[in-house]
């Protein structure tokens, strides 16, 4: 029956304690937003750190290809792209979880793991994905003081405040290698270390969305340390180098006990099928990985060099984006490049007051980019 006195607000107040106080992810701002709003065309969208060459084309050939079954529903144990993923890693398919990007990865091991009274560990200007999946579950967010502006990683993680903060209710650390925003990264002595430092039974998320960018030779490809730290979950994305965003997939690496956890919180058929077919033709596509890479180099460099000379300082990156302070306010920044047609990132929400993030582009993206922003600051 329904009452009279109850308020639309009433229902916020009967949510879930922490689901009331959540900050909702605030996405990049659509390019079809941006040219109906302004009443433009052509806008440039560097903001979400998509890939500007868009999709392998053995991806899209395999959607096309499989556009008559989009009736049936896709293989929930999505079988053929595991077996590839099982291949390329050199695992068994019973420790490949298949997510819905690798947001869903991020959200179901803290569904798994998660719940009030526990806690996960994460570094300030950490991906803000990982405060609200914690929050979601009700559990604590601990969160462990960066390094210092002008360390040799600015803004990065510091693994030894990742120690220090570790107690009997922690379950989880993310770690984002390389990070987002900050395009900071750890080396393999540092990460092997503080992984043996870290009690066996909490499980350490390395999430590596740009891994195929990095081409530091002491980078470390963490999915071959799984046999000896069984406490790890590698995640991996289809949606930055492979240029699939929008069909949404990306891949959890864990022992057999851990993607089993998470198998269990998952939606029968979390991944849709031309997401599925086309991951499986993108791997098949080292090609436009390694266009993708050098585009991104040039772009880098281009970048980098454009707004050094503008006098800025941009923290050297080694994903497919660049995060640089451009005044008090990387929002007014991000307001006043809008009617010119760019769209970047301000990441003053990532406790970053006054930077900027921008997704390296093609070259007369990153151009624009760069003569807009001399024209507003
Ligand atoms: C560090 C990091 N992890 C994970 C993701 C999630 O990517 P997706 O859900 O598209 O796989 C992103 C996306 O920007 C990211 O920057």
Redesign the pocket.
């Given at each position: 029956m329904q009452n009279s006195n109850t308020s639309i607000e009433s229902f916020i107040v009967l949510a879930n304690p922490s689901i009331q106080s959540l900050t909702p992810y605030a996405p990049g701002k659509p390019i079809s937003e941006l040219e109906r709003e302004y009443g433009i065309s052509n806008a440039v969208k560097l903001a979400?750190?998509e890939n500007s060459l868009g999709a392998s084309p053995k991806a899209l050939a395999a959607i096309k290809q499989n556009l008559d079954n989009i009736a049936i529903y896709p293989d929930g144990n999505a079988f053929e792209l595991k077996s590839k993923l099982a291949k390329k890693h050199n695992v068994t398919e019973s420790c490949i979880t298949i997510?819905?990007?690798?947001?869903?990865?991020?959200e179901l091991i803290t569904r798994a793991y998660l719940a009030p009274g526990l806690n996960c560990i994460f570094s300030e200007h950490?991906?803000a994905?990982y405060p609200i999946v914690t929050q979601a579950c009700g559990a604590d967010a601990k969160i462990a003081k960066a390094l210092a502006a002008d360390s040799d990683q600015p803004y990065g993680h510091d693994l030894d405040e990742f120690i220090k903060l570790i107690d009997d209710r922690t379950r989880l650390i993310m770690i984002?290698n390389?990070?987002?925003?900050t395009g900071t990264w750890i080396d393999r002595a540092k990460l092997k270390s503080f992984l043996k430092e870290v009690p066996a039974n909490i499980v350490i998320v390395i999430?590596?969305?740009?891994f195929e960018y990095v081409k530091q030779a002491d980078y470390p490809d963490t999915s071959t340390w799984l046999n000896e730290f069984p406490n790890l979950l590698v995640?991996?994305?289809?949606?930055?180098i492979y240029g699939l965003?929008a069909l949404?997939?990306?891949y959890g690496l864990a022992n057999e006990a851990i993607t089993d956890m998470l198998n269990r919180v998952r939606q029968p058929f979390n991944v849709n099928g031309l997401a599925q077919v086309a991951a499986c033709g993108a791997l098949e596509d080292q090609e436009f990985v390694d266009q993708s890479v050098d585009l991104n180099r040039i772009g880098m460099a281009h970048l980098t060099d454009g707004l050094i000379r503008m006098g800025l300082h941009p923290i050297a990156s080694v994903?497919n984006?660049i995060s640089v302070k451009v005044g008090d306010s990387g929002t007014s920044v991000f307001e006043k490049l809008l009617p010119k047609g760019i769209i970047i990132r301000p990441i003053d929400n990532y406790q970053m007051p006054g930077f900027i993030r921008v997704t390296v582009g093609k070259n007369e993206e990153n151009s624009r980019f760069l003569q807009a922003l001399s024209d507003v600051i």
């Open positions: 979400s750190n997510g819905n990007g690798s947001n869903e990865i991020l950490a991906f994905v984002a390389p990070n987002n925003p999430d590596e969305a740009y995640t991996r994305t289809f949606s930055k965003a949404r997939i990306g994903g984006f």
